[in-house]
């Protein structure tokens, strides 16, 4: 009789025990999902933290360009002149970091395909080129600006010589017209000299050597101003630089011709007249583009060989074109 009373308290505690405790199958569920919360947590936590982050940094962005406009606003009417500089300056800046940009982009392209700066298209072709003589251009600033405490005076210099020492970027409107006009005079006084060689070389011309003729003439001083070279360098180094300008034109030339006239913009017309000798600041677009159509039909005919011809074509096809008016 006990002993069935104790067998049926055992059983009853059996059956409470497992009525406690749940199954196995049913027990992992519960434990992975709660192991599986803590890191649903985190990464919640850490996705709000950083949208927290780029909302504060979007704030303080957008006030410092608030505070920027209201004191361009402020010098724009207290300071018009110097909000003239501030604001060329600014614009240069920009305009030379997209520059950099895309002579990085066009020097990535070369290496990848294996080309070489003459089988470039005509835009890219052109970027480097002028990318290449503004390097040159202030390397005299960055020299002048290592020494300690001689950014002010670089600054000063900058002010009082903007054609000197500043590039193109750095130009107010009005500068670039003054400047380019200014070069252009330079270039023009060299005319005569270059004229007066040219009439010798050609009552020499009956001789046998003609070609070694025209060859010395690229080695005067008077065709190396046109190009805006300095003349005060030996003969041989002279002629080279002479030659390598030209034939840099002669590929341009090129380049121009397969992307066609029409789709020059009115600046890239006019910079294309400039290089080739032709001051277009007095002229209309028909008119740049009517010389320049008479130039490249003169320059696509010559032969790298002829680069002496083309040289001498910056001062004859220019000399009587488009005078400024009086």
Known sequence: MALSRAAARGG??????????????????????????????????????????????????????RVSARYEQHLERSFPRFYLLYSTFKTGVQALLLEVQEIRRIRARMSQLQLSPQQLPYRDMERLRQFRRDVLKIIPIGIIAIPPFANFLVLVLMYFFPRQLLIRHFWTPRQQVEFLGAYDCRRRASYPAVLR??????????????????????????????????????????????????????????????????QLSEEELRAACYLRGLNSTHLGQAEC???????????????????????????????NYGQPPE
Do not use: K
């Open 197 to 262: 060689e040219l009439a010798r070389a050609a009552r020499s011309l009956p001789e046998p050597q003609p070609r070694q003729l025209l060859l010395q003439l690229c080695a005067q001083r008077a065709l190396s101003q046109v190009l805006f070279l300095t003349p005060h360098l030996p003969a041989f180094f002279l002629r080279h630089r002479l030659c390598s300008h030209v034939l840099e034109i002669w590929h341009l030339d090129r380049a121009l011709l397969h992307l066609g006239l029409a």
């Open 12 to 65: 009853l505690w059996r059956l409470g025990a497992a009525a406690r405790s749940p199954p196995r199958g049913q027990m992992q569920p519960q434990l992975a999902l709660g192991m599986s919360r803590s890191p649903v947590r985190s990464q919640g936590r850490s996705l709000s933290s950083r949208a927290a982050s780029r909302a504060l940094v979007a704030a303080v962005a957008a006030a410092a360009r």
């Open 289 to 319: 583009r009517a010389w320049l159509e008479q130039w490249l039909r003169l320059s696509c005919e010559l032969q790298a060989s002829e680069a002496s011809l083309l040289a001498h074509s910056l001062v004859l096809l220019s000399l």
